[in-house]
C-alpha cells in the first residue's frame, strides 16, 4: 500500500510565494500614497481648525476689542510640534482654549512647517485668510 503525501510541493509554494511578492510590489506604493495623502489631510485639517478657532474667537468682545486696539494685520501662527501664538494675547488664549495641545505636522508636505492666519483689522469688518490648502498659508 503507497502512502499519499498531501502537503504542497516546492514549486507551488515558490509559485505562491512569486504571486505574493508580485502584488506586495505593485500594492506597496499605493498603500504608502494613501498613508501621505491622510497625513495631509490631517495636517490641512489641524490648520483649518485653528483657522475656524480665529474665527470664532472674533465673536469673543474682549478679543475684537484687542484686535481693533492692535490695528492692522496680526498674524497667528502655528509652528510645528508647537502651539498657536500670536502678540494679542486674547486671541491666542482663545484659540488655545479651542486647540489646547501642541500641533505635530506628520506630512513629508507640512513637516518642519509654520502654519499662519492673517487677521486684517482695518477693514469692516475684520477678515481673516489662511486657507489650510494653500502654499501661501504655509512657510
Known amino acids: 500500500m503507497k502512502i499519499r503525501n498531501k502537503g504542497f510541493s516546492l ?13 506586495i510590489a505593485v500594492l506597496a506604493p499605493q498603500f504608502i500614497k494613501y498613508v501621505e495623502r491622510s497625513r495631509i489631510q490631517k495636517d490641512e485639517s489641524a ?5 475656524r478657532a480665529a474665527q470664532i474667537a472674533l465673536s469673543e468682545e474682549d478679543v ?3 484686535l481693533v486696539a492692535e490695528g492692522g494685520t496680526v498674524s497667528l501662527t502655528v509652528a510645528d510640534e508647537g502651539s498657536p501664538t500670536c502678540t494679542v ?11 489646547p495641545g501642541p500641533i505635530d505636522f506628520t506630512s513629508k ?3 518642519g ?9 482695518t477693514t469692516d ?4 485668510t ?3 490648502a494653500a502654499a501661501g498659508s504655509w512657510s
Request: charged share 15%; hydrophobic share 50%.
Open 113 to 121: 512647517q509654520t502654519y499662519t492666519v492673517q487677521i486684517v483689522t
Open 125 to 128: 469688518p475684520i477678515t481673516v
Open 89 to 99: 494675547t486674547e486671541l491666542q488664549t482663545s484659540v488655545r482654549d479651542v486647540v
Open 11 to 23: 514549486v507551488e509554494l515558490i509559485i505562491v510565494i512569486a504571486i505574493m511578492a508580485v502584488l
Open 109 to 111: 508636505k507640512h513637516n
Open 47 to 51: 490648520a483649518s481648525e485653528v483657522l
Open 64 to 66: 475684537y476689542d484687542a
Open 130 to 132: 489662511g486657507d489650510p
